[in-house]
């Protein structure tokens, strides 16, 4: 009983007094933060780096860890309570998410973000300790063919972000890709549609584009009428879920925690497809597909329990072969490296309290931030009550702080007042931003996983369906094609029949 | 000499905790100076910039403060340093591709090489690791090469990225290896070594910090170092001269950096507490920890050191015409 004894010395580690209180601490100065609109995991992680810095190696990193959690959830309570998402992930929790918060459920939507994140992170962890190293060797067999054929089925999903027009989602998706083109190719050197800025060389910031998009126009939008907003937010009722609801949940719960625990494995951007593919999939077996987009809770449960399975397997990399899969892992390694540690492979036989002391401790870092977030929902939602004059420049100038702090550069807050005119001219058209920052964030993706796929087969396009795991992608991509179509196709015919 | 230019220069520093009529060199430095580190918190080059701040920020009393502007290949960071206020209080942790590479590769790129900096001095240097997976059928670089030889441009080799010096170096070992082979470009460090992982290329070049963690966990099989010497963490593995290619060296190295017309007494400062933080045993080894090997180099030896490396990436840069417009 190998794992029992790992997971003993894990759990011995992660729950002495000492470690429980940095983890603690660590949820708790991540939420604080992370709750800060534009203050994602990455700019929480950072900023509360050198905090970590005198502790030892393990308390540090379990720290960390609790950061993670704390400011990953964090970003989704912004996202649900006021439409700003912070990172790609939070992007889907905002579409149904911010919509009950409307309807005065943002305690059932923070409840189901809570309790589904916990259960996906308590499954995902299991499996990270049960078949870490032979998951890393899986998701090394996900060359640049699978992974485009990856990208190509997320772009093709992604349409089922919108709830409105089909045409309308593959505009917006096109727009995305478009944005998505700026800045240096990466096989050629070439600057495209840089204007001759040197700032665009790496093409516009995410978070400045999600934030302008989303928040920055939620604000103007907001502002139109703020009399009709405030009459929402005093419809506030119960904080919990209804009995009803918890039922709805549990199925979308637990199909996002399979395809959080899979996808996160990849580290090339499998973490950031999982709360898409989530909610593309609970919107296409949904009883309720109508809801979606007007405040669905499966449209909530499925892509944050997605999310922190993703977000939890993602360590897989990481852990096993020392490499980074995001920034978040990059930035965990680099307090690593502070502390003297270099991952690499050996790190589970070398450190093994290092490494099982952490996955423990991921399960107690998932475990108090419920304990912790669950009593705070009340404060949360009161929030909403806070009159609109004086919480929208407040949130403007966390916004600026925010984008401002992932680069250090005041372009990007630029960048993100030019998004939030454009997100607003946008949203007055009837076009959603959501698909739009799928074809952003899949854009550039695709294009480096198809010219590295044909770089290295020397120009032959067949890589793509004589490789098994590709071709199966491909033919799931063409189904999902096909799903996509058939309801507008049958429209169409219902249509022709009644003239 | 210059020892005691620089601790005349500390006393006169440390007297400027008194009430003083402004002379900016004398009471250098009175307030915070921003270590610029060219490149996202958490890698690498963050974690040897924040060694060496907190080193120089509890010699000077002052903080040093590290402020990471990234981006376009560490260009706008340099960019920045490049054009503040001469004065000491903006400091570069500058790397060989912002300093040597960039200002050949990018043609509008705002400053003037290493002809727009001071440097302070050398932190580290290291030689790169050719590497090639566990399960190759190449044990030793010889055998890569007679391979390439019989098949030309069948073999790949992956690096952080287009100009990179990964890229430029391994060009210049191919081309005097007289082989050739594909460039497969990677968007950074951990994305390429995950690619040379996952099979898809067939060699790469890393630093020792990135390499060592693959050897030793059978990942990786070193087959030469770009050095002047071998590693004694490999004392097998030979150097790129004792397989017989000349001029073919290459080497991944930090320098601390300040704007070009610094005052001079303010350049001294500043290198009295990098050679004093770089000579405590504490930070050494904290370096040693984050993947570094403390190098340092006299300034004379440092300036020739980029003249060389200046021309010689000048020369690749135009020979396989990569300059980005």
Known sequence: MDLLDNLALGFSVALSLQNVFYCFVGALLGTLIGVLPGLGPVATIAMLLPLTFGLPPVSALIMLAGIYYGAQYGGSTTAILINLPGESSSVVTAIDGHQMARKGRAGAALATAALGSFFAGSVATLLLALFAPPLANLALQFGPPEYFSLMVLGLIASVTLASGSVVKAIAMIVLGLILGLSGQDIYTGTPRFTFDMQELSDGFDFVALAMGMFGISEIIRNLEDEHQRSLVAAKVKSLMLTKEEFKRIIAPVLRGTVIGSFLGILPGGGAMLSSFASYSIEKKISKYPREFGRGAIEGVAGPESANNAGAQTSFIPMLTLGIPSNPVMALMIGALIIQGITPGPNVVTEKPDLFWGVIASMWVGNFMLVLLNLPLIGMWVRLLTVPYHVMFPAIIAFCCIGVYSVNNNTFDVYTMALFGLLGYALVKLDCEPAPLLLGFVIGPMLEEYLRRAMLISRGDPTVFVTRPISAVLLLLALAALVVVLLPSVQKGREEAFKE | ?325
């Open chain 2, 1 to 325: 000499m210059f020892r005691f230019i620089a601790s005349v220069a500390c006393a006169l520093s440390l007297l400027a905790a008194l009430p003083h009529p402004p002379a900016a060199a004398q009471n250098f430095p009175s307030r915070a100076v921003t270590v610029i580190v060219p490149f996202a918190a958490g890698g690498p080059t963050d974690a040897a910039g924040r060694i060496i701040a907190r080193a120089m920020q509890s010699l000077s009393g002052e903080p040093f403060v590290v402020e990471n502007v990234a981006g376009a290949g560490s260009t706008i960071g340099a960019a920045k340093v490049a054009h503040t206020q001469p004065d000491g209080y903006t400091l570069l942790l500058a790397t060989s591709s912002a300093m040597v590479v960039a200002p050949h590769l990018y043609a509008k790129i705002t400053y003037d090489g290493f002809r727009s900096f001071a440097p302070i001095g050398l932190i580290t240097e290291a030689p790169f690791i050719l590497l090639v997976p566990a399960n190759s059928r190449f044990d030793s670089y010889d055998a890569l090469v007679a391979y390439a030889r019989a098949h030309p441009g069948q073999l790949n080799y992956g690096t952080p990225g287009l100009g990179t010096v990964q890229h430029l170096g391994l060009e210049r070992l191919l081309e005097a290896s007289g082989v050739k082979a594909a460039h497969v470009p990677y968007k950074g460090t951990a994305p390429s070594l995950i690619g040379f992982l996952g099979g898809e290329v067939d060699f790469i070049v890393e630093t020792p910090n990135a390499a060592m963690p693959l050897i030793k966990g059978d990942r990786a099989r070193a087959l030469a170092v770009t050095g002047p010497a071998r590693l004694p963490a490999l004392p097998d593995v030979p150097t790129v001269a004792d397989l017989g290619v000349k001029g073919a060296d290459m080497r991944s190295w930090f320098a601390l950096m300040a704007p070009r017309d610094t005052p001079a007494p303010v350049l001294a400062t500043l290198r009295s507490l990098l050679e004093r933080s770089l000579a405590d045993p504490a930070n050494v080894k904290a370096l040693r920890e984050a993947g570094f090997e403390v190098a340092t180099m006299d300034l004379p030896s440092l300036h020739k050191m980029m003249e060389q490396e200046y021309g010689q990436f000048g020369q690749i840069i135009k020979a396989q015409n990569l300059v980005i417009r």
